[in-house]
């Protein structure tokens, strides 16, 4: 209780840049090492061939998929949970973490199943071609059976994030990305699996992740996961909607998205769908830091709003808007003068690849600052439960605006149009998130305040 007690405190007196920093820094780690372990699959699979790298592109869809329900259950409990923390009410807490993780082990249970049974016509639906079909089959099948663990690892760690204890979120997610990484070119080249190998790699350091986050729920002063707490009553599941929903939106029109642009791709041969893959690797690898800065922004923001001090809730907004630009406007610099070498690291040899990559990679460096405030808006809305603009935000960027632009620009302007769609896309959303965030704004300006706000 003491515990608990002091991490309340810390919440609401603690200074804004050194409370918000010393939570993102372990979910910092964690998407970095998670988006480079994300980066290496992509290379060592590469050492097989350019439709093998196609297809893991192409799996990606449904690992998206996955990702998407882990971050609904995950998000939709963890908002709720912080601000049932903030407002002191810590049963309540306790019945919506068992209702999350347990309601997502079921859904992943069910999507595995399902992916399984229909798994050939899954892969062309997703955008396979005839060479790229047994990569992606070999591949999907084996991620399909990990889906009930990697779906509650999601929930497990957002629920520990907005708990404000993101150390043992870290040591999860790190722990089975290294394992990865690992694993990876053993199971691939020394057990000579293939592409198989690397999702069995996937799938086993997902589970070891699960046990640890499991783990992490039973230290500190963190609300322990008790089945007698499982509550799937029309109150918890509808909390679970309206905070998840933002992120199955965003989640799942980045699959919808990805095989769009798998599509799109194909028509101009694996070396495109290859390139687009590895690109969307290198820059979920640049956005890590911020969208780790984002998620240690959250539970400052959930305790903060759920105890009506606005003031701290806008104060480490701003913080992070601010940093995290400068943090992208570098990164943009950087990517753009070593486009070509990033993009042919993972495919040497491809020349396609590399000059293919290369554009998409340089068209999207001039929109990376514009993802500060669109990904950090769309935390915020989600977090103090503006559920119908987070989840339009959250679908604009990867649906709204960039399937259009992935179905429209090849059109008007070839390759050249594929290439550009995700920066066209970007700049739209980014227009929309300004009139979205000062209306968030102006409301809590009309809210009282708590003792101590302003």
């Known amino acids: 209780m003491q515990k608990a007690a002091e991490k309340y405190t810390q919440m609401l007196t603690a200074p804004i840049p050194g409370l918000v920093t010393r939570l993102a820094i372990p979910t910092i780690i964690s998407m970095l090492v998670t988006a480079f372990y994300n980066m290496a699959d992509t290379f060592f699979v590469g050492q097989i061939g350019t439709s093998a790298t196609a297809a893991v592109g192409v799996v990606f869809s449904v690992m998206a998929i996955i990702q998407a329900c882990g971050f609904f259950f995950g998000h939709g409990s963890g908002n709720y949970i912080s601000r049932a923390l903030g407002a002191g009410n810590g049963e309540d807490a306790g019945r919506m973490a068992a209702t999350g993780f347990f309601c997502a082990l079921i859904a992943g249970a069910a999507l595995g199943l399902a992916g399984i049974a229909f798994i050939r016509p899954l892969a062309r639906l997703l955008g396979s071609t005839e060479t790229i079909l047994p990569y992606a089959v070999d591949y999907m099948r084996v991620i399909l059976i990990g889906a009930p663990w990697m779906m509650a690892s999601l929930v497990l760690n957002n629920q520990l994030r907005f708990q404000g204890s993101a150390f043992y979120s870290m040591i999860g997610i790190t722990t089975g990305a290294v394992l990865n990484i690992a694993l990876d070119p053993l199971l691939i080249f020394t057990f ?6 690397a999702a069995w790699a996937t799938i086993f350091s997902q589970f070891v992740s699960f046990c640890l986050l499991l783990a992490g729920t039973r230290r500190g002063s963190n609300l322990l996961l008790r089945f007698g707490n499982f509550t799937p ?25 990805t095989i769009c642009l798998n599509l799109g791709a194909g028509v101009y041969g694996d070396a495109a769908i290859a390139a687009m893959s590895i690109v969307g690797r290198i820059v979920l690898f640049a956005n890590s830091c911020v969208i780790g800065f984002g998620q240690g922004f959250q539970p400052v923001c959930g305790f ?16 992070c808007v601010h940093t995290a630009t400068l943090f992208l406007c570098c990164t943009a610099v950087a990517a753009f003068v070593a486009a070509p070498g990033l993009v042919a690291l993972f495919r040497k040899g491809d020349a396609d690849v590399a000059a293919i990559g290369a554009t998409a990679l340089r068209a999207q460096c001039f929109t990376f600052p514009l993802s500060a405030w669109i990904v950090l808006c769309n935390m915020m809305m989600q977090t103090i439960g503006k559920s119908v603009r987070a989840s339009f935000l959250a679908m604009a960027r990867q649906g709204l605006f960039f399937v259009p632009a992935v179905l429209i620009l090849p059109r008007l302007f070839g390759l050249f149009g594929l290439q550009i769609s ?16 000062l209306s968030v704004f102006r409301e809590m300006d009309a809210e009282p305040t708590a003792p101590g706000g302003h």
């Open 304 to 319: 903060c709003y759920g105890a009506r001090r606005y003031d701290r809730v806008k104060e480490a907004f701003w913080f």
């Open 192 to 197: 000579k699996l293939g592409i198989a190998g």
């Open 422 to 437: 995700q920066a066209v896309a970007d700049v739209i959303t980014f227009a929309v998130a300004i009139p979205l965030q």
């Open 233 to 257: 009553t029309p109150h918890y599941l509808r909390a679970i909607v309206n905070g998840g929903m933002p992120s199955l939106c965003r989640q799942g029109l980045n699959s919808i998205g």
